[in-house]
């Protein structure tokens, strides 16, 4: 099934590539027809509907074939040879190389065709000489930084995030329900002492790295990454399961033991995490003019906080409040049991903590 969820996420992406370029060369259509005057059809003898549906025709045909190149690349090349540089060069790095793929893409079919006008099932024809050569590279190079940058920022914000920001979904302050995880590395200080604080980075790296292999399928969010922590977010709408955010951290736990000979062989230990589960109503509101970010506002997230904090007392590293523990299904329950009702600190109303059978 997580297999199956992968093929579909990433045929997904392929189709949203797709979809761009098709819609950028469907612009360059219009663009085209735009500035075409009535001297051009009585020229050529063609009529406006069969220009269009020839233009259209090819628009797609290419998009289709540029959208595939550039998902290719994007799986198999990109990820071995540019993935530890800045935006920047990376953009243009790859748009040099998906060029010259598709140029000499272009030079194959020239040559198959042996005529200076490619014909694809008699649907269109595309006149290639230089001026229309240099035009279609640039607007090809132009369209292709805008995708980069595009996913490039998706990525590095979070699909969820980047898409609220663009919206401006959360410029007016809105209210919603959801469950946060708070997940932090046991024994984070005397890690980072042992290790030393570059080697610390790179753990921290290597560990996140690890859960951002698995959110996907937990339909997990990240909120924030704060020092050696994680603060996790899931929206909760009808149908939400719950126990996917108790299989996020299972699932983590599990992926950092069967790497524990690479975490042993970097860094000369097996990291481990602790985490506490709280839901209940947010506020979400977009905040800040020079540095624009999404921020959850609640008393949610300072009870999560605050219960994660607890797990060293009561020898255990999961711990979860009675919100999250009754909406869960009878079967899940099962496996917690309560603990304690206490009155963490900073707050006046007592909290029920449940632990869960390790």
Partial sequence: ???????????????????????????????????????????????????????????LTVGVFMGSILFVLQEFVYPRFFHNYGILLTTLLRSLLFLIVCFLGLLIVLELNKVHYI????????????????????YCLIVHIFITLLQAFSRRLGSNYFKNLLRGNYMIPVVEY?????????????????AGHYNYSL???????????ILVEYNAEVYQYVGDEAVLTWKVKEGFKRQQCIELYEAFAVRL???????????????????????????????GQIKTEIAYHGDV??????????????KTNLLITQSFFEQLTSFDQDNFTAIETTILRGKKRPVTIYKSFD
Avoid: H
Avoid at 32 to 46: E, G, L, N, P, V
Avoid at 186 to 191: E, I, K, L, M, W
Avoid at 203 to 211: K, N, R, V, Y
Avoid at 272 to 284: C, P, Q
């Fill in 119 to 138: 014909r694809i099932n008699n649907w269109f024809a595309l006149q290639v000489n230089a001026k229309w050569l240099i035009c279609f590279t640039a």
């Fill in 178 to 194: 959801r469950v946060f995880m708070f997940l932090d590395m046991c024994s984070s200080a005397t890690v980072a002492e042992e």
């Fill in 301 to 314: 997230l300072s009870t999560a906080a605050r219960v994660r904090d607890l797990c060293n007392d009561y």
């Fill in 203 to 213: 753990l921290l790296q290597e560990c996140f790295t690890d859960l951002s292999e």
């Fill in 257 to 287: 033991l069967r790497k524990k000979e690479l975490y042993k062989r970097k860094f000369g230990l097996v990291p481990r995490f602790k985490a506490s589960i709280n839901e209940g109503l947010v506020t979400v509101a977009e905040i």
């Fill in 1 to 59: 099934m997580k297999y199956s969820l992968k093929t579909f996420l990433k045929f997904k992406e392929y189709l949203q590539i797709i979809a761009l370029w098709i819609a950028a060369f469907l612009f360059y259509v219009f663009m085209t027809y735009s500035m075409i005057d009535d001297a051009f059809f009585i020229t050529r003898k063609i009529g406006v509907k069969d220009f269009l549906l020839s233009e259209i025709t090819g628009a």
